[in-house]
């Protein structure tokens, strides 16, 4: 393979030392669709045995260094537990460390755990001014997921929505995997069978030579499983567009303003007119959207409503479909955003309200909802969630002994009702004394 050598130069010599890899998510995600790529590439990189927290009778003495993968913020409540567990955490034992997205942005919370948190990518060889590890190119392998395979493609984002911590901190700076690498890669999937591929990226479309990468892909017989895409440079999806049946956009807000003084950059002309050419060819549309942004204007998402409705009618013959995550707006540390106020769960409810009732008026529902439960749609985190999640970013030594006190068994799936308002009620009662 003509990158092997390349590959080779970039890597540090493979570890003699034995490494364990821990991943902390909740038991009930194991078998979620979305693979993990960063435990995948950590996993090969370091060539470490995988285990899950919850996994009992570890051999721990085996391991020289041990390693907490976090996807998400709320696993790190269950590393203490698997530290407990095998009585890690003491001089002379394994070094700790860990790394992982959800780790990544919390402010001083790991501070309370003996472990070293590796911010950024696994096989970065330099440190960015934020204090991420960084590799200068993408050229991990490709991962096998079942049938399917996994290619990454690019790293960090072309753009800095303010209010995006992939895009302003997680994610560093844009890179993308060279396009030759990436044929390789995609046919030696091919040769193992493997038709069915996800070219991992936050844009699809933003990746300089999608447009040949998809022929290569049509030549050679591989599905391209994506479905999300910034609406920049749509256009360039073109050729993969009718084989998609829906098209998730990051959207973020349907206010033109909001969008630009946040960077995001859409105006409403580039919306609508890339909207009308994606009707032209699929069916479905799937938005990103997030509620609570600050000074969003809600008005403009009733008119985008009713404008989405028009458009459904006008394009006659297209059973277009429109769907919505209506995620909650999340203060990220790194991002200018940081200092936002939270979102107001009363406000929230009253604009979920609104939304059904417009989407009624406008045909998309056909019922009523008394319950805001059963609104369809994907909507964000309850508040108790949202309050712990929001907690723990923001983290501090008080937070961390209150983790520390009410999540000591872990989370083997979500955290209950009574475990988030024990902590929220501690939290409160430790930073009123
Ligand atoms: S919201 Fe999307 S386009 Fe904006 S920075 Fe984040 S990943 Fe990039």
């Not at 959207?251 to 050419?277: A, C, H, M, P, V």
């Not at 501090?396 to 520390?404: D, K, L, M, N």
Request: hydrophobic fraction near 35%.
């Amino acid at each position: 393979m003509a990158h092997s050598a390349q590959l080779e130069l970039f890597r540090e010599p493979p570890s003699r030392s034995r490494e364990l890899l821990v991943s902390t998510s909740p038991r009930d995600t194991r078998r979620a669709t979305a693979i993990n790529l960063g435990l995948q590439i950590a996993a090969k990189e370091r060539g470490a045995d995988v285990v899950h927290w919850s996994d009992p009778d570890v051999q721990i003495s085996k391991y020289e260094r041990i390693g907490f993968n976090v996807y998400y913020p709320l696993n790190v409540l269950n590393i203490e537990p698997f530290l407990r567990r095998y009585g890690l955490g003491h001089p002379g034992g394994p070094q700790l460390q860990a790394g992982g997205h959800g780790v990544s942005n919390l402010a001083g919370l790991m501070d309370a755990y003996p472990i070293q948190v590796y911010r950024g990518e696994i096989e970065g060889h330099w440190v960015d001014r934020k204090g991420y590890h960084r590799a200068k190119e993408v050229l991990s392998e490709p991962v096998r997921d079942g049938s399917k395979g996994v290619v990454e493609l690019t790293r960090g984002c072309r753009y800095s929505c303010n209010f995006c911590e992939y895009g302003c901190t997680l994610g560093g700076s844009y890179r993308e995997k060279p396009l030759e690498l990436a044929k390789e890669q995609l046919l030696h999937l091919r040769q193992q069978g493997i038709k069915r591929v996800n070219l991992f990226s936050v844009n699809l479309a933003g990746y300089r030579h999608i447009e040949e990468l998809i022929d290569f892909c049509q030549f050679w017989g591989i599905t391209i499983l994506n479905a999300d895409t910034c609406i920049k440079g749509i256009e360039k999806l073109g050729k993969l567009l009718p084989r998609m049946s829906r098209l998730h956009l990051g959207l973020e807000s349907f206010d033109e303003q909001t969008r630009i003084s946040n960077k995001k950059g859409i105006t409403d002309e580039q919306l609508w007119g890339s909207l009308e050419y994606i009707l032209q060819h699929t069916g479905g549309l799937y938005f990103y959207l997030i509620y609570g942004l600050p000074g969003d204007n809600y008005d403009r998402w009733w008119e985008a409503i009713h404008r989405l409705s028009e458009l459904r009618r006008a394009t006659s013959g297209v059973a277009m479909r429109f769907d919505y995550s209506i995620s909650t707006f999340e203060p990220s540390l790194g991002t200018p955003l940081e200092g936002a106020p939270l979102v107001d769960f009363e406000e929230r409810t009253r604009f979920k309200l609104r939304w059904a009732e417009e989407c009624l008026k406008a045909g998309f529902f056909n019922k009523r909802y008394p319950d805001l439960n059963k609104v369809p749609g994907v909507w964000g985190k309850e508040e108790t969630t949202y309050r712990l999640l929001m907690a723990l970013k923001r983290g501090g030594q008080r937070v961390g002994e209150v983790v520390r006190a009410v999540f000591k068994n872990g989370v083997t799936r979500s955290p209950s009702m009574a475990q988030k308002l024990k902590f929220l009620r501690e939290l409160e009662e430790n930073n009123e004394q």
